[in-house]
């Protein structure tokens, strides 16, 4: 019964709509009436066709991605990314620059290291990642093919609300974006973006597929080292049919999309967002210095709310305490530690509202 479920906090795998995993439940067994699982039919035959195909439509229409991009869904997972952005979109002696503002961002940019000349040109580590730079004070690199950001790092709890203009947008370079863990959760202008990708398992579906929106022209220039199954064009001209995809991950995203618009697009997605996380930062900030978040306040993720415990011997008592009352999955990164709330799309006002009752009533009960 749905009172058996907890509400999840998890950075993902996470948290979907309960209404999501029943319709999933429903067909598991027989899909419309086909006699077999979305997991047992061909990934050719017309009943996924039909999955596919609105997954891409709904989400088109979610983002109001413009024709002369792709949409794809690849395996992988986000991590994969990391080198076929590279491969896709450099030669060896071509440059990108990467502005890391989190340990996601950073992984991007080791990983690219491999494949071109990939430059630093801002790092938050020196401030723990807590910021994101003022956009007139970095400086970037003549003649790069992409300048690399990562939307939203899950772990840090760090959220770009606007976007730089790559210095070369003119002479063709673009802006590469991982919007892993903030992806479908607002609005966002496709257009400004050569490339955008995100892991599912956050806020669109269960984990196994990777979605890639690129400009269509910026494809089919991979370097000749670049694996088929990283080479972009390839997944792009088959409709990301060129080998077997991951077709109930696919087909759980879909149903996602659906509920998405249901609940009347991004736009609406994004106040109720907007509202969960609002609530959150004020019982934080409110809490007299008993929970604090190092966050810059205007940076601050919608998404990922991580905070620490004044008295950091409190913690796992906090951890564990919350578990108990059905709040599950708030311990943080354990690169970082203290406490992480992620409340994607998913996460119901409902849930917040009961961890904030929580906190201050175990605040009351620690003086
Ligand atoms: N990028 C971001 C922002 C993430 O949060 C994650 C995973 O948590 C990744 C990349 C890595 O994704 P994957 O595990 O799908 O490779």
Known sequence: SPSDRVFNFAAGPATLPEKVIRKAQEELVDYRGSGMSIMEMSHRGKEFDGVIKKAESDLRELLGIPSDYSVLFLQGGATTQFAAIPLNLCSPEDSADFIVTGSWGDKAYKEAQKYCKANLIWSGKPEKYTKIPSF??????????????????????????????????????????????NFCSKPVDVSRFGLIYAGAQKNVGPSGVTIVIARSDLLGKAQPITPVMLDLKIHADSASLYNTPPCLAIYVCGLVFEDLLEQGGLKEVEK????????L??????????????????????????????????????IEEAAKEGMVQLKGHRSVGGVRASIYNAMPLAGVEKLVAFMKDFQARHP
């Open 272 to 279: 109720k967002n907007a509202h969960k996380a609002g609530i």
């Open 281 to 318: 930062y004020d019982a934080i900030d409110g809490s007299g210095g008993f929970y604090v978040c190092p966050v810059e306040e205007s940076v601050r993720s919608l998404m990922n709310v991580p905070f620490t415990l004044e008295r950091s011997d409190l913690e796992k008592k906090f």
């Open 136 to 181: 007139d004070q970095i400086q970037q690199t003549a003649g790069a093919r992409y300048l690399h950001i990562c939307a939203n790092e899950t772990i840090h709890g760090v959220e770009f609300k606007d976007y730089p203009i790559p210095a070369g947008a003119g002479a063709g370079e673009v802006l590469v974006a991982d919007m892993s863990s």
